[in-house]
């Protein structure tokens, strides 16, 4: 029996998590859960899976539940919250759920206590990659992705050796914006926005997905996972999702791993990995599909995912200020404060404007967060 502590349980990786523990109550249970503020959602989580722990960032949240009769566990709150449950917890795997920078310090306490990191909080890697990865290694903590596209990649990898790869291809639906012209970006609704044709997600990384903003995180995730130089990453969009990623190796063979748009899959596979579980999602019907479609990314219109290339290349601390400024961007979008097409243009502000640290501890790290948001916050 496995214990697994989900950081986001309320988020739709974490309402997924929570399916596969329960299709498969024999091998995992659930010893913490965190929130941000839905403890409607939180409540009945915690009535079928019985935590010992939850956490709720949100202060006033927090307080609400303690208040709440028959809650049968111990209710931390605010990212001191996050980060004890992650250091003190019993636990062996940690799914980190969250969205966004918020996920970086619980992970890192589960990382210094050699704990399995099933990882779908891309953000992390984003913005402290090589120091992740420099302590995975020096704890002998696993970092397994959730993200469909690195799972894919990871599922290709197994038994190979790094030194025959030739290059790993991402695949990127396209978004709901993948047909339109660079002009048609700047009228776009937040409820277009928000419409992804494939995938069931959260808002920010709904609206990433439109802005090929994802596609660019995950290069920079791809680059500190699997140890290769930004020249061995492609993407390619490939709109009906079937192929999560492929890899080339130096003979010309292409590996693929495919499957139903259903997050549950990479889920099950980084909680049970080496083992594979049965379980009851929808299998891949081929003659149903009919087709497959593979076209280039377009950066200059989807100029979010040049910029996150641009990032990579610059190191130390660019990706952390590409990765501040988008999630003000977004929530700024989101808020319709600005348009769909001003993201872009912030996040270039803050590369431009920002100073840029080479080979950065965490406290700078979390500084540049820091500084990037409020100059964000002031362009918007």
């Known amino acids: 029996m496995k214990k697994v502590l989900i950081l986001g349980s309320t988020g739709s990786i974490g309402i997924n998590t929570l399916d596969v523990i329960r299709q498969h109550s024999d091998k995992f249970s659930v010893t913490a859960l965190t929130i941000n503020t839905r403890i409607d959602l939180l409540i009945p989580q915690i009535e079928e899976f019985k935590p010992e722990f939850v956490v709720v960032t949100n202060e006033s949240a927090a307080e609400k539940l303690r208040n709440k009769k028959d809650i049968n566990c111990e209710v931390l709150s605010g990212v001191d919250g996050l980060v004890s449950a992650a250091a003190n917890c019993e636990y062996d795997i940690l799914l980190g759920a969250m969205v966004g920078f918020a996920?970086?310090?619980?992970?890192?306490?589960?990382?210094?206590?050699?704990?399995?990191?099933?990882?779908?909080?891309?953000?992390?890697?984003?913005?402290?990659?090589?120091?992740i990865t420099e302590l995975s290694l020096g704890h002998n903590s696993e970092i397994i992705p959730v993200d469909s596209e690195h799972s894919a990649i990871y599922q290709c990898l197994v038994g190979e050796k790094a030194e025959q790869v030739e290059k790993l291809i991402l695949t990127a639906s396209g978004g709901p914006f993948f047909k339109k012209s660079r002009a048609e970006l700047n009228k776009v609704t937040i409820k277009e926005a928000l419409t992804h044709?494939?995938?069931?997600?959260?808002?920010?990384?709904?609206?990433?997905?439109?802005?090929?903003?994802?596609?660019?995180?995950?290069?920079?995730?791809?680059?500190?996972?699997?140890?290769?130089?930004?020249?061995?990453?492609?993407?390619?969009?490939?709109?009906?999702?079937?192929?999560?990623?492929?890899?080339?190796?130096i003979d010309g063979s292409v590996k693929a791993q495919l499957g139903m748009p259903d997050m549950r899959f990479p889920i099950q596979y980084a909680l049970s990995f080496p083992k594979r579980l049965k379980n009851d999602f929808p299998k891949t019907d081929f003659t149903a599909i009919k087709e497959l479609n593979f076209f280039e990314p377009d950066l200059e219109k989807f100029q979010c995912l040049k910029l996150a290339y641009d990032a990579l290349n610059a190191g130390g601390t660019a990706p952390c200020i590409l990765n501040a400024a988008n999630e003000v961007a977004v929530k700024g979008f989101l808020k319709g404060e600005i348009s769909f097409s001003k993201i872009p243009v912030i996040i270039d502000n803050a590369l431009e404007k920002i100073e840029n640290h080479s080979s950065p501890n965490l406290e700078t790290i979390i500084e540049c967060d820091k500084i990037t948001r409020k100059f964000a916050e002031e362009l918007i």
């Open 103 to 131: 996920g970086l310090l619980p992970t890192i306490e589960a990382v210094k206590r050699g704990k399995r990191i099933a990882l779908a909080n891309k953000e992390t890697l984003v913005v402290a990659g090589e120091l």
């Open 197 to 249: 044709p494939n995938w069931k997600m959260g808002d920010k990384i709904t609206i990433d997905s439109a802005s090929l903003m994802n596609k660019g995180l995950e290069v920079i995730e791809a680059r500190w996972l699997f140890g290769l130089p930004k020249e061995k990453i492609n993407i390619v969009i490939h709109p009906q999702s079937i192929i999560h990623s492929m890899v080339e190796f």
